[in-house]
């Protein structure tokens, strides 16, 4: 029947056989529809209110109630993390219809020597951040979208890294293909926790991440997007050591970088 899904699982039976079994899984992605486009909706309606609220709070001067400064600092900041938790589910929104995005080939030299600025502009000193560009190959897919995944490792490593820490941004040449990594030197991720870090909203530790700021939304838009482009996301983590997140993307997508 007409948009009817059917989830198909073979399973061995008696000595070399086989046994099919057909599910009609049409509700469950109906299902899952609805959730899709009930955070798209919510997401999208929320975003012109709190647009109006955080511009009023940018006029107000407490200059009258000294005793209200700080209430209003606080105000702000938590008007300015509510609209980074509404773009990052829209953005996820948007990747979770999206079938195929723009192919462009992207000058990764570029890209790395603009991660580099985002890291030093995050850190404001307090790490030493590294680049490695060794490839010398151009990425084949949606600049935009690879800018964001790219750039949501790049504020991990600085955020979850003390200050005196090491970030070094890389792109490598591998035998099938090549390779974008951000590793740190910083806190590390407890081993139970690393299947389990690209799912929304998921957090190894609440009370850290509520100071190091992050919507929790950041893997989840990272893992969407290397999914995209046919990517493998593969993280290392020890703890009190630092972490690497490496984006592994097949030679397909790949081709020499003439202008460097
Ligand atoms: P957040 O906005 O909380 O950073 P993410 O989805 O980007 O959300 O990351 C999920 C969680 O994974 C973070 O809250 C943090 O606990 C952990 N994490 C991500 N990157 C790193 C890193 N480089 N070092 C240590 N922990 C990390």
């Given at each position: 029947a007409a948009g009817m899904r059917l989830q198909l699982t073979a399973i061995p039976y008696g000595e070399r056989g086989r046994l099919l079994l057909a599910r009609d899984v049409s509700h469950v992605s109906r299902l899952e529809q609805m959730r899709r486009d009930f955070v798209a909706n919510v997401s999208h309606e929320l975003r012109t209110p709190l647009t109006v609220i955080h511009g009023y709070l940018e006029l107000l001067e407490p200059d009258e109630v000294p005793a209200l400064a700080p209430v209003l600092a606080e105000m702000r900041l938590q008007s300015q993390r509510m609209r980074e938790i509404v773009e990052d589910l829209l953005t996820l929104s948007r990747l979770e219809m999206e079938r195929q995005l723009p192919e462009e080939w992207v000058n990764m030299s570029a890209m790395l020597r603009v991660m580099r600025r985002e890291a030093e502009a995050l850190s404001q000193g307090r790490h030493r951040v590294v680049l490695?560009?060794?490839?010398g190959l151009d990425l084949l897919g949606s600049h935009r979208d690879l800018h964001s995944a790219f750039s949501n490792l790049v504020s991990n490593a600085v955020r979850y890294t003390p200050e005196g820490g090491v970030i070094t941004i890389g792109w490598k040449q591998t035998p099938k293909g090549a390779t974008y990594s951000v590793a740190d030197t910083g806190y590390g991720i407890p081993a139970e926790h690393l299947s389990r870090?690209?799912?929304?909203?998921?957090?190894?530790s609440s009370s850290r991440s509520r100071i190091t700021g992050?919507?929790?939304l950041g893997l989840s838009i990272v893992k969407h997007v290397l999914n995209l482009h046919a990517a493998r996301l593969d993280i290392a983590s020890e703890l009190g050591k630092g972490s690497r997140f490496s984006a592994t993307f097949s030679a397909a997508r790949l081709r020499k970088t003439e202008h460097p």
């Open positions: 490695e560009d060794e490839a870090l690209t799912e929304r909203f998921y957090r190894v992050g919507t929790g």
